[in-house]
């Protein structure tokens, strides 16, 4: 007994292994044809194995005839069966691959992918997904893109327009001098001082921005407490708090300490103090604040500027941005925001601004030192 199963186990193993090398064979030389005839081959393949073993094992039973043409029979219903659903299936599995082949197809065109209405398998429907998901991240991408340009362009022709009014002003001033056309030339000479430290902060502007949205901006991140990180910037700006008639206040910060670099980070806050002292009118204050909130240090400047039109609010921190059209200081080169955006978020942080009472709130969010 034992040994009749042995012998049908070898004359069924001898049978499917056939089959299978020869299936194998055949998937190799399709290997890049259609899906649906790997399928059919499969089935093949399945069917030929049942059919292989049991026909080797009917002739070594010695089944009659009439029996061995019943199981012939038999297996060869249910291959042709096989082989019909095999071929549904890859006909099926075909049109989804080349519905799906045609909107990917428009991803490369136009930007716009439209997943088919139907998968019919798990797998091609998770790639529609991911293709859709992948098509508007792409999307989105372009967008910022357009805006990075756009931004770009206005910059380059603010910026252009920021450097020729002065050139033309030094120029002017210095043929005066020349010609001795002047009675005094220390007021001109003040003046081209005025103007020359003007551009050089502009070019230093221009530096750090290039600097950072070039990806290469080092940091030296070292703990420190922010109370003294507000102080040294209230200190540097006191002079221009003065100047403009504007209070300085900085109440309400805590002594929290944060990993920062103090050089970079002060030059974050003297950007905000400056804008926020410039846009305050005479008689009014300026607020600076620090607290922690769990995990992160809230660093806020508030400033009596009179409030942000709510449509400008997403293009503060924008390169170029300056809240008017005025083209002479103190409106700047609209780079002191973009650059303060850059240097937090260079910090793992970031910057948020909002309307308040009177004035508006520049707020840094940065990580608390462990």
């Known amino acids: 007994m034992v040994a009749d ?83 549904l299936l890859g006909r099926s599995v075909v049109k989804g691959s080349r519905a799906l082949t045609e909107a990917t197809r428009a991803l490369g065109d136009d930007g716009t992918f439209v997943p088919p209405a139907t998968a019919p398998t798990a797998e091609l429907a998770q790639l529609s997904n991911q293709l859709a998901a992948t098509s508007a991240k792409l999307t989105a991408s372009r967008e910022r893109e357009r805006a990075l340009e756009a931004s770009r362009r206005e910059l380059v022709a603010w910026i252009s327009h920021d450097l020729r009014t002065p050139l033309a002003g030094l120029q002017a001033m210095t043929e005066a001098l020349e010609d001795g056309m002047v009675p005094d030339p220390r007021v001109y000479l003040a003046r081209i001082r005025n103007e020359v430290a003007r551009m050089s902060d502009m070019v230093s502007d221009l530096f750090e921005l290039s600097r950072i949205q070039a990806g290469v901006l080092a940091l030296t991140p070292t703990r420190m407490s922010v109370y003294d990180l507000v102080g040294d ?20 910060v805590e002594q929290v300490p944060v990993e920062v670099d103090g050089r970079e980070m002060s030059r974050v806050l003297t950007n905000l103090l400056v804008n926020a002292i410039r846009r305050t009118p005479s008689d009014g204050t300026v607020a600076v604040s620090a607290r922690r909130e769990a995990d992160r240090v809230v660093l806020a400047v508030t400033d009596g500027c009179g409030g942000i039109p709510p449509e400008d609010l997403p293009r503060v921190f924008d390169t170029g941005w300056r809240g008017t059209d005025a083209r002479t200081p103190p409106a700047g080169a609209g780079l002191g925001l973009a ?13 948020a601004v909002s309307n308040v009472p009177g004035g508006c709130r520049f707020e840094v969010h940065l990580p608390a030192a462990v």
């Open 5 to 87: 199963t042995l012998l049908i186990a070898l004359y069924a193993a001898i049978g499917a292994v056939a089959a299978g090398l020869t299936g194998a064979m055949a998937l190799r030389l399709l290997r890049n044809r259609s899906v649906a005839l790997s399928l059919a081959v499969v089935a093949a393949v399945t069917v030929a194995a049942m059919l292989a073993g049991t026909m080797l094992v009917s002739w070594a039973m010695f089944l009659s005839d009439h029996d061995l043409w019943v199981v012939t029979m038999v297996c060869s219903i249910a291959a042709a069966v096989s082989l019909v659903v095999a071929l």
């Open 233 to 252: 910037a209230i200190a540097g700006a006191d002079a221009l708090a003065r100047e403009h008639g504007v209070r300085l206040v900085g109440s309400r």
């Open 339 to 351: 650059i303060v955006r850059g240097i937090v978020e260079a910090h793992q942080g970031r910057a």
